[in-house]
């Protein structure tokens, strides 16, 4: 008996109805969330730019009350008595409006008012917002905190670390109630810590909490000071010259009695129990300066020339530091206080070096 061949039954393949809605709707909520997270994404971006901008306007009003010219009210100078409560519209190149308000503490008469500034905004959702800076404005002059900020050199108001003057010499020893001594030859100095001038010239050396100096002679008195150098740094014999006490002031002028000046091996002022420094000898000049004008209220003044003695011979010369204070001569004129640093080179033949000026011959 013949039949037909068996042929296999084939079996259906691919996606129902059901299946794609389902991909669709996960792939909808995915869509969904990564939407939801780009907008939260660029609001926050939103928030901080605008947060970091009214920070800025907040500094800024801050800045401007604290930048008053003086204390007392006066016509055109913003004052801080002028300071008060306000408000304002700021200015900016967004599209966001700020509104900016500052309140003060106290009153005008107070030594110091706490004032607080706040920048409000409302960002794009309709979400309000607000920063403030809180501060301390003092009631001091802009001049006298400019002088502590910036303090003048010879002004008496910049000191050293021990609180001084810098007229006062670096190795002079305090000895209490504003004033410090230092050695002058056989004799010292004592000098008040608060203008660094000269006030009395004793013959011992003064204690530490003495408060009586009727045994010293009193005075107003200036120092000149500095280094003198043979050009030879590390040869200790190689001075060809060498200069002494005679060491002196010409040519000089608002000047009581004669000038008298001490040499000696230079040290460390640093560490003046050290040893000397090899070829360097440093001078001390004690000049009472007079006064001038006849008016107590300006500094007393002096003028003179510094002669370093025994004058040099043949092809010997003196070279003078430039930028030392003087004019072209040498000549110092109408100081009005203490001058250090005011350093000299010798020399036993040749031109005095780049940097310095033939002083004397």
Known sequence: MTGQPCVPTRTARGFTLVEVLVALIVLAFGMMALAGFQTTLSAN????????????????????????????????????????TGNDTPATTSNTAYARSWVFSGSAADAWRST????????????????????????????????LSLPTVHGG??????????????????????????????????????????????????TFGQTDFSGCTPLTGYLLAGFINDGA????????????????????????????????????PNNVAGPTLP???FYTCLI??????????????????????PLPSGSQKVCRFDGNGTDGAGVYNLVPRSLDNQNYLVLGSGSCPSGTTQHQP
């Not at 001594?181 to 050396?205: H, K, R, S």
């Not at 002494?244 to 002028?253: G, R, V, W």
């Open 157 to 206: 108001i910049l000191r050293r670390p021990q609180r001084r003057d810098l007229g006062v010499p670096v190795p002079a020893l305090s000895i209490g109630g504003g004033r410090s001594t230092a050695a002058f030859g056989a004799q010292w100095m004592v000098f008040a810590d608060n203008t660094g001038e000269v006030t009395a010239l004793c013959a011992t050396q003064p």
């Open 45 to 84: 971006s939103d928030l901080a730019k605008q947060r970091t901008e009214a920070t800025r306007l907040a500094q800024e009003k801050l800045e401007e009350l604290r930048s008053f010219e003086q204390v007392a009210s006066a016509t055109g100078k913003f004052a801080y008595t002028d300071l008060s």
């Open 116 to 147: 607080t500034v706040s920048v409000a905004w409302t960002d794009r959702g309709g979400e309000a917002h607000t920063v403030r800076l809180e501060s301390v404005i003092a009631r001091t002059e802009t001049a006298d905190v400019g002088a």
């Open 233 to 268: 740094i590390d040869s200790v014999a190689s001075f060809a010259w060498t200069p002494d006490d005679s060491t002196t002031l010409t040519a000089t002028q608002h000047v009581v009695g004669t000038p008298s000046c001490v040499v000696e091996p230079a040290r460390d």
């Open 288 to 309: 009472q300066p007079s006064d001038h004008d006849s008016d107590s209220a300006t500094p007393r003044v002096w003028t003179g020339r510094l002669s370093i003695r």
């Open 279 to 281: 070829d360097f000898l």
